[in-house]
């Protein structure tokens, strides 16, 4: 089975530009997170979509934002950029999206804001 | 206020010594599960373990071990023998429903290196 697959895998842009990430999970599940992982922020919990309904969402602005297709595959799109935005984001699989689920990551993308 | 600790934010060991992550956690749910997960320089989190709260059973697989103590609230990680290619950041991770919404929450993560 293949694995959660991420692209692209490395972004640079500048401030003011946008960015949209993509996203498709492991065939078959329905649930895809994203994260935003700094190294003065750790792991933060963007948002997580399920049946293209997106049922969680962390504390970010409403620069950030996703959406999901009928097909499970997502994608995150960041607007007006700020050097800030400069992270590892990451995209987590799961099969229900519920506490008992293990979520599989991919291996992210990494943007860079100039 | 943090609902995964990992108070450990780097160890150094040399190779082949046993090396011990602790991950306590906060949670009032009654069913909940704790995961461990491993980020090499790659950048990719790599699933290592789930255990739900009804299941206090201690994990081996191969170097790796895992003890759950309900008691006081933690999920800590043991490699045994350890090696260079278990340098990396691990990180421990809580499932649970808070409010009817469920949350995926990790720790801050433990830089591990082991030293040739």
């Known amino acids: 089975k293949a694995g959660v697959t991420q692209t692209p895998r490395y972004l640079i842009k500048t401030r003011g530009q946008q960015v949209t990430l993509s996203c498709s999970p492991i065939?078959?599940?329905?649930?895809v997170s994203w994260y935003q992982q700094t190294p003065g922020q750790g792991l933060q919990f963007l948002f997580e979509?399920?049946?293209?309904?997106?049922?969680n969402k962390g504390n970010f602005p409403g620069r950030f934002s996703g959406r999901q297709f009928s097909n499970s595959r997502s994608e995150m799109n960041v607007s007006t950029l700020e050097l800030g935005d400069s992270a590892l984001y990451l995209c987590?699989?799961?099969?229900?999206?519920?506490?008992?689920?293990?979520?599989?990551f991919g291996p992210g993308t990494r943007l860079t804001v100039l | 206020a943090q609902k995964v600790t990992q108070a450990q934010t780097e160890i150094s060991v040399v190779e082949k010594e046993d090396v011990t992550l602790d991950c306590v956690y906060e949670t009032r749910d009654t069913t909940y599960y704790l995961f461990w997960y491993k980020q090499p320089p790659s950048g990719e989190l790599v699933f290592l373990i789930r255990r739900n709260s009804f299941d206090e059973q201690n994990e081996i697989s191969g170097r790796y071990s895992w003890n759950f103590q309900k008691s006081t609230s933690s999920f800590n990680f043991t490699i045994t023998a350890s090696q260079v290619v278990d340098s990396a950041v691990y990180f421990c991770a809580l499932s649970e429903t808070t409010s009817g919404t469920y949350k995926y929450i990790f720790g801050t993560g433990t830089r591990l290196k082991v030293l040739a």
């Open positions: 065939s078959g599940h329905r649930s």
């Open positions: 987590a699989s799961g099969a229900s999206g519920g506490v008992t689920d293990t979520q599989y």
């Open positions: 979509y399920f049946s293209e309904t997106q049922r």
